[in-house]
T-cell receptor, first 110, second 112 residues
């Protein structure tokens, strides 16, 4: 079945630093979704991308739909403690459902 | 707008017992999903409903898992009998169309 890979698997950064993470797929996607999950909570949608090359921002978050349609990137600028969590990418699987990546775990050090 | 509601939030059972989870999607969302999230992994789809019909249940372990969405609104997911490896968070999500899933807080199951 379709699988997504995310890198890095985990990262530790200082407060105020910028963060970059990416997601790759073996197949072409026409949609990319980025989610954040806090401990004990469900994933919360951050950004949705629908067009190759699209660059979309949500506050300090910026995500891009890769030109090859097989990857996507999420950047967080000027990180703060509440950015801590697990970031998941998701893309449409066969049919109408979505497959999720394994996540990137972000830790922000004060 | 109210989000996706799930209950119970936590459940502890012994293996071979049964358990049921309930989900109420966002009003007007036709598509409902149940995902299983094992600790340290991303969510994995169990079943997808469109209104009250099943769209995809190819990854649902049908020998022990069942789900229904009567009247195309609320849904229940049942596990009977539970195994140790069923310990996970069961996430319900709904979508107004085939994009942008909105998740509930999840139901955490521990099987002893």
């Amino acid at each position: 079945g379709q699988q997504l890979n995310q890198s890095p698997q985990s990262m530790f950064i200082q407060e105020g630093e910028d963060v970059s993470m990416n997601c790759t797929s073996s197949s072409i996607f026409n949609t990319w979704l980025w989610y954040k999950q806090d401990p004990g909570e469900g994933p919360v949608l951050l950004i949705a991308l629908y067009k190759a090359g699209e660059l979309t921002s949500n506050g300090r978050l910026t995500a891009q739909f890769g030109i090859t349609r097989k990857d996507s990137f999420l950047n967080i600028s000027a990180s703060i403690p509440s950015d801590v969590g697990i970031y998941f990418c998701a893309g449409p699987s066969y049919g109408q459902n979505f497959v999720f990546g394994p996540g990137t775990r972000l830790s922000v050090l004060p | 707008e109210a989000g996706v509601a799930q209950s119970p939030r936590y459940k502890i059972i012994e293996k071979r017992q049964s358990v049921a989870f309930w989900c109420n999607p966002i009003s007007g969302h036709a598509t409902l999903y149940w995902y299983q999230q094992i600790l340290g992994q991303g969510p994995k789809l169990l079943i997808q409903f469109q209104n009250n019909g099943v769209v995809d249940d190819s990854q649902l372990p049908k020998d022990r898992f069942s789900a229904e969405r009567l009247k195309g609104v609320d849904s229940t997911l049942k596990i009977q009998p539970a195994k140790l490896e069923d310990s996970a968070v069961y996430l319900c999500a709904s979508s107004p169309h085939t994009g942008e899933l909105f998740f509930g807080e999840g139901s955490r199951l521990t099987v002893l």
